[in-house]
């Protein structure tokens, strides 16, 4: 999955599959959940087999203007984990279902990436999804 630009670059995106598994999407914010109801709601979900990741894109400012890297990384988990726990309260996840949640944080990620941060929101999905294994990934990449 990555962004694409071709019409409005922090909205746009597209799904390479090389592979040619089956996936499914889910437009969650203003889809799913409408943009007005609180709590804010992630962007995105692919589901696949016994996968699903939950996405959040926050590439609009580049970092270093008005927001930092760690501060993006916080305002994704503000909407990942409300949306997560939706999905678990529905009965979506099963004992054997692979949640990953991810955030585009940054067309220019400082390299290396400010482990405290990263290690900080994954402690934070732990506490949050008890039963739950969720993997925490932070890229600039455009494709998961």
């Known amino acids: ?5 071709k019409r409005d670059k922090d909205l746009d995106f597209e799904i390479a599959n090389p ?3 089956d996936f499914y999407t889910i437009a969650v914010d203003g889809c799913l959940y409408p943009t007005s109801k609180s709590p804010k709601r992630c962007d995105y979900a692919v589901f696949w087999n016994e996968s699903i990741a939950f996405i959040e894109f926050k590439l609009g400012q580049p970092v ?6 760690p501060d993006r990384i916080q305002q994704a988990l503000n909407q990942l984990i409300p949306t997560i726990k939706r999905f678990e309260q529905h009965g979506v996840f099963l004992d054997e279902t692979k949640v990953e949640a991810i955030a585009f944080v940054s067309r220019r990620l400082a390299r290396p990436l400010n482990t405290i941060s990263v290690q900080a929101a994954k402690d934070k999905l732990k506490t ?3 039963t739950l294994k969720v993997k925490f990934k932070v890229t600039k990449s455009r494709t998961i």
Not at 1 to 5: A, H, K, N, S
Not at 64 to 69: C, F, L, N, P, Y
């Open 19 to 21: 592979s040619g598994r």
């Open 1 to 5: 999955m990555y962004r694409t630009g």
């Open 128 to 130: 949050a999804f008890p």
């Open 64 to 69: 270093g203007r008005t927001t930092k890297v």
